[in-house]
């Protein structure tokens, strides 16, 4: 149950086939799912309505546009107040190489995914990030070698 929306097996299958490939249209779904076309792309609709589907976007060879290095940036802070916390996620949400920003629990305030050509370009985030807030620590790993990486959600969970 999503909110007030209850999603049955037929809703999971279509989120499961949109979740691969979203480009697909609506009467190849349908067909996948059982439905017929109006059936399957009314319950699409539903599920944007219900914010469920969130957006649809293409999903690029971060090689081939450049931005091969991954970099895992963990960020200790002494500062908690409300004002810090704004700057420094401004200075992040402004720096297009992360694409990844999240909030810790335990030893780590903060992860950052940031995506990069080369070390060099990373050192000019890096420098970017400490230039806009005072950071206590910041730890930066370089992924050797990705070995799963994917959007699709588990939809196992589901009630």
């Known amino acids: 149950m999503i909110g007030a929306m209850k999603l049955d097996s037929i809703d999971l299958r279509i989120l499961d086939i949109l979740q691969q490939d979203a480009t697909q249209q609506v009467a190849d779904i349908a067909a996948q799912v059982g439905l017929s076309t109006t059936p399957c792309w009314r319950r699409i609709q539903r599920l944007k309505e219900a914010g469920v589907i969130t957006r649809q976007v293409a999903l690029l060879d971060a090689q081939k546009v450049n931005v091969g290095v991954t970099v895992f940036v963990s960020v200790r802070t002494n500062q908690h107040s409300q004002a810090w916390f704004d700057t420094f996620k401004a200075t992040v949400q402004a720096i297009p190489e992360v694409v990844e920003f999240y909030r810790m629990s335990g030893d780590v305030d903060y992860l950052l995914r940031v995506v990069v050509p080369d070390i060099a370009a990373y050192d000019r985030v890096y420098k970017r990030l400490i230039a806009g ?17 994917t959007t699709a959600l588990p939809l196992s969970y589901v009630r």
């Open 133 to 149: 807030t005072q950071l206590h620590d910041v730890s930066s790993s370089f992924a050797m070698e990705e070995l799963k990486l």
